[in-house]
């Protein structure tokens, strides 16, 4: 009676075996094919902070979110190569401020900036694997452009309220070349939808974005957090991203 048991159960083990291999393979696929190959584009917010010779608060995180900081958000767009290298192109809305500096200015700018980046998956590229993980490490490095309309105004205090220190600073916009670094993470929560963030500190080519000329480069950090959709790959059924499970 056991050994009939036995010759019963055997082939089903095997049969169950060979499924879950068969889904274990599916899934390989899927997760290969949906970051090598695909396409993808991304919206994201945040905000963006300076780095200049107006800044105070540097070293200090909460200040220098509260003081120097401003509401940012964007997107970008583009297209894995291999399991390694992918490239987009990029743009971002946002601003700069600065207050509390020793020339007892307020510095206030709107920000734009847009280009093209390189992205490397470090887990690939360090680990040797075969396919891109669910959740991912990304470097980033690319050039673009900023153009800026910055404005200066004096502090306020108790005699008079603030003023603007000049009034063409209105209508003054400065561009400039940046070079750019950053650094990502990534988590797959369905077959073609990631959530990600991202830091990228970006380097100006000019010393103009806050109208002062005595320093350094500007520089700006962009923080932000955001969702990605990826499109385009094989072995997704439908051009639908919903109703797609990533473990199906």
Do not use: C
Request: glycine content about 8%.
């Amino acid at each position: 009676m056991q050994f009939r048991k036995i010759r019963i159960l055997l082939p089903l083990f095997f049969i169950l075996v060979f499924i879950s291999e068969n889904q274990a393979q599916i899934k390989y696929q899927l997760h290969k094919s949906r970051n090598e190959q695909s396409w993808f584009v991304s919206i994201n917010a945040g905000f963006s902070s300076y780095y200049g010779n107006l800044g105070v608060y540097n070293r200090d995180p909460i200040l220098k979110l509260q003081k120097e900081s401003k509401f940012a958000y964007g997107l970008f767009a583009g297209k894995s190569f291999n399991n390694i290298w992918g490239a987009r192109v990029y743009y971002n809305s946002g601003g700069l401020k600065a207050q509390n500096n020793e020339l007892q200015v307020v510095y206030d700018a709107k920000i734009s900036n847009y280009g093209v980046q390189l992205v490397v998956q470090f887990n690939t590229l360090i680990g040797g694997m075969d396919y891109i993980p669910d959740f991912a490490i990304y470097g980033i490095a690319g050039v673009g452009m900023v153009n800026s309309k910055p404005i200066l105004s004096s502090i306020e205090n108790e005699d008079e309220p603030s003023q603007p220190i000049d009034s063409l600073y209105y209508k003054t916009s400065v561009s400039s070349m940046t070079l750019n670094l950053g650094l990502g993470v990534s988590y797959a929560i369905f077959s073609q939808f990631d959530v990600n963030a991202e830091i990228v500190y970006h380097r100006s080519m000019t010393d103009e974005l806050d109208l002062y000329v005595e320093g350094g480069k500007d520089q700006f950090v962009n923080i932000r957090l955001g969702f990605i959709y990826r499109f385009g790959f094989p072995g997704q059924k439908s051009t639908s991203a919903f109703g797609h499970k990533r473990r199906r």
